[in-house]
């Protein structure tokens, strides 16, 4: 994380490799420091830079600002319809800009307008350019990531007091999903259910937070078995991670997170086909989700108690799989009838969700990369959230509003139930017609849960993008930022 400081100066005088000005169309709009102003009107009145949202133009060595080597000019777009998270986008793109020309140390002007509160602003300018801050090349043969060394944001006198304040908190989401990222875009062959657990120990002992793993002999004993079945092809054996953050104070309340840590999914015996099957490594994202959210609640001392639970398998095809036509005695006693090994991830969570439901927290939350039809639904960019607290579903896509991340309420259609009705067993693993696949798995996970207050949240369409605004190509690191934004409060 590079050094940030906000401060009430204009920026004129600032000394570095670039400094990044949003401005808003309209050129009699902005209220811009008088030399930067000079060179940004210069440049509209060129007619061909209209700042457009997101249009950027570089100019090198720019009249009048004494030492710095670059300015980019980046369109905030009308000012009457700029919000937090255009602002948070436009410096997050002029910043990935500055990334890959190598540029180390940023200055940022935070915008200036009447209709923004400024600490909001100069937050939403911080983090823009911190998310933006991403380079993963851990498996380059030099790994030489491209990252920030200082990022210096000029308010031209606004106050800074309360942004500043703010900065731990930013921080620590920024955190979180750099971590989710990293862990996301690690390939299967080094992240497996050991190693992931391995580095769930590291970090939990670096943020002080309880934590115990479960092994395959602990899991047999805790009767784990839908989990065990779906990693029973593997040669990596499953484990389940539970880590715990208490405040110091007395809690306000307590949340459990559940995570689906499907190490690699190649679907089993009922395999998937070739055709994209590398994203799979993705299919642990629920549960990078809760190791990073963990971490980040004890970097900025959430006042609530946080269980995690972490359920880490591979899904593969061998002589030991589980098979279609299987039948599995769950952790809670009911039997689950396989139809379809691919459909594993309400296995391990049915497991988990049982196992969560006896903590005797107020909200149990669970994250997984769970249907291809969440994709088909809602696309890349957008988390499907599912509940059975209407209260806390809308808290939580109020956060995502607020930290720019999409998600989108799906219903649980109680109707739907029926077609998981299985002729052998209680329940079926799916429903073998393709319509409504993310509610109907849902409900599946919804027969698992014995808790009041339940959220489930499907990110198989969200955890990884294109490059676009302040993302880079690969895992998005979702999910943290807007969960801490609710945890935080
Ligand atoms: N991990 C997949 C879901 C997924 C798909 C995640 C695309 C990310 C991107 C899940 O385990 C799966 O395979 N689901 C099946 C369920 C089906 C067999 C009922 C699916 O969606 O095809
Ligand atoms: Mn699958
Ligand atoms: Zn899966």
């Known amino acids: 994380m590079p050094n940030v400081d906000i401060s009430s ?19 009699e709009r902005h209220r811009l420091p008088l030399a930067i102003s000079k060179v940004a009107r210069q440049v509209m009145d060129e007619s061909d830079f209209k700042a457009d949202y997101l249009e950027l133009v570089p100019l090198h060595h720019p009249n009048g600002v004494k030492d710095c080597r670059w300015m980019l000019l980046v369109g905030l777009g009308e000012e009457e319809k700029v919000t937090h998270n255009k602002i948070r986008k436009a410096v997050g ?30 937050a939403a300018v911080v983090e823009g350019a911190l998310l933006a801050d991403y380079d993963f090349t851990a498996f380059k043969g030099k790994p030489e990531p491209k990252r920030f060394e200082t990022l210096e944001v000029f308010t031209n006198g606004d106050d800074t007091r309360k942004a500043r304040r703010r900065l731990p908190q930013i921080e620590a989401g920024v955190a979180a999903c750099h971590r989710v990222r990293d862990l996301g875009n690690t390939p299967a062959g080094d992240l497996y259910p050991e190693s992931f657990a391995e580095i ?17 002999e602990d899991l047999q004993k805790g009767g784990f078995n839908a989990l065990l079945a779906v990693g029973q092809g593997s040669a990596r054996t499953p484990r389940v991670v539970k880590l715990e953050y208490k405040p110091k104070e007395k809690a306000k309340k307590h949340v459990v997170l559940v995570g689906k840590g499907v190490c690699f999914d190649s679907g089993g015996l009922s395999l998937k086909d070739a055709s994209g099957m590398e994203t799979m490594k993705g299919d642990m994202i629920g549960a990078a989700i809760v190791l990073a959210t963990l971490a980040a ?29 299987d039948v599995l005695k769950s952790r809670s006693g009911k039997t689950i009838e396989v139809l379809n090994t691919d459909a594993e991830g309400r296995l391990v969570l ?9 903590m005797g927290a107020d909200h149990v939350l669970d994250f997984a990369t769970l249907t291809g039809a969440c994709v088909v639904a809602l696309g890349d ?45 209680d329940i079926k693993n799916i429903t073998g017609h393709r319509w409504g696949g993310s509610i109907t798995a849902a409900l599946f996970l919804k027969d698992f849960i014995k808790h009041e207050s339940w959220i489930h949240v499907d990110l198989a ?17 979702e999910g943290p930022r807007w969960l801490l934004d609710w945890l935080l409060a």
């Open 297 to 325: 609640c004890a970097e900025a001392q959430a006042p609530v108690q946080v269980t995690g639970i972490m359920g880490l398998v591979e899904n593969m095809p061998s002589g030991t799989s589980y098979k279609p036509g």
């Open 461 to 477: 369409g969200s955890w990884s993008s294109a490059e676009r605004d302040y993302r880079p190509h690969g895992a998005t690191g």
């Open 200 to 216: 769930a120990q590291k970090l939990a002992k670096q943020h002080k937070l309880g934590c115990e793993v479960m092994g395959p």
């Open 9 to 27: 100066q204009s920026g004129k005088d600032f000394s570095g490799d670039v400094l990044i000005v949003p401005v808003f169309s309209g050129r």
């Open 350 to 358: 049915a497991d988990l969700l049982d196992y969560a439901s006896g």
């Open 93 to 122: 793109t002029a910043a990935r800009h500055s990334l890959k020309k190598g540029w180390k140390k940023i200055g940022v002007i935070s915008p200036s307008t009447s209709l923004l509160d400024h600490d909001e602003a100069q």
């Open 381 to 425: 960019g957008v988390s499907a959230v599912f509940g059975t607290d209407q209260k806390l579903v809308e808290r939580l896509l109020d956060a995502g509003s607020t930290t720019g991340e999409h998600l989108w309420q799906l219903p649980l259609v109680e109707e739907y139930r029926d077609s998981l009705k299985s002729q052998v067993a």
